[in-house]
């Protein structure tokens, strides 16, 4: 599972509220991404970093908000849930070709709903 | 812009048959097409990849067939069993300053024992 976790697993909030999902790893990878999974959209790359404190948006950022202070974690907030960002959420690494591969891990997910 | 089309939404195959999922991609300057698996409430999985100078490339009952010329790139099971059924995505590398995937929206692969 590429040493991947996410936190929490699951998460019910209610609209308006801030919210921070978590991702560590613990293989030291450069590149880590969060994607969202609805039904029919596949998934979608939110933001993407490649190294600390470096950060880029995805093809659907907004209301979304990264930080990297560290090379293992990653952390995605939502500054004010909205019901439309009741999704999945994954959390990915990858060397991204600097070290030969361009393959992605993903983590387990994170589940949260907005009531 | 960057675009990945995937085909068919749904396939439902009896045991034993093969099943073929077909994907394009829209830059022609994309290098790397995996395949991932997504089994329900699972994370997805990647099970077999291409890079853009290779044809063809095979894993056991997977395999994988690029067409440069056309942009288009398929997965193959053959003798397909239950544990097959999933959704499978493809996805296409995009590098320069972005290095990210985009992928398909998905293909739900029903097995029928």
């Known amino acids: 599972d590429a040493g991947i976790t996410q936190s929490p697993r699951h998460k019910v909030t209610e609209t308006g509220t801030p919210v921070t999902l978590r991702c560590h790893q613990t293989?030291?990878?450069?590149?880590m991404y969060w994607y969202r999974q609805d039904p029919g959209h596949g998934l979608r790359l939110i933001h993407y970093s490649y190294g600390v404190k470096d950060t880029d948006k995805g093809e659907v950022s907004d209301g979304y908000s990264v930080s990297r202070s560290k090379t293992e974690d990653f952390l995605l907030t939502l500054e004010s849930a909205t019901s439309s960002q009741t999704s999945v959420y994954f959390c990915?690494?990858?060397?991204?070709?600097?070290?030969?591969?361009?393959?992605?891990?993903f983590g387990p997910g994170t589940r949260l709903t907005v009531t | 812009g960057e675009n990945v089309e995937q085909h068919p939404s749904t396939l439902s195959v009896q045991e034993g048959d093969s099943a073929v999922i077909k994907c394009t991609y829209s830059?022609?300057?994309?290098?790397?097409f995996p395949w991932y698996k997504q089994e329900l409430g699972k994370r997805p999985q990647l099970i077999i990849d291409i890079r853009s100078n290779v044809g063809e490339k095979k894993d056991q009952r997977i395999a994988v067939t690029l067409n440069k010329t056309a942009k288009h790139f398929s997965l193959h099971i053959t003798e397909t069993q239950p544990e097959d059924s999933a959704v499978y995505f493809c996805?296409?590398?995009?590098?320069?300053?972005?290095?990210?995937?985009?992928f398909g929206t998905g293909t739900l692969l029903a097995v029928q024992p």
């Open positions: 996805a296409a590398y995009y590098g320069g300053a972005t290095n990210k995937l985009i």
């Open positions: 990915a690494i990858s060397e991204a070709g600097v070290r030969g591969g361009y393959e992605q891990y």
């Open positions: 293989e030291n990878h450069r590149y």
């Open positions: 830059d022609s300057a994309s290098n790397y």
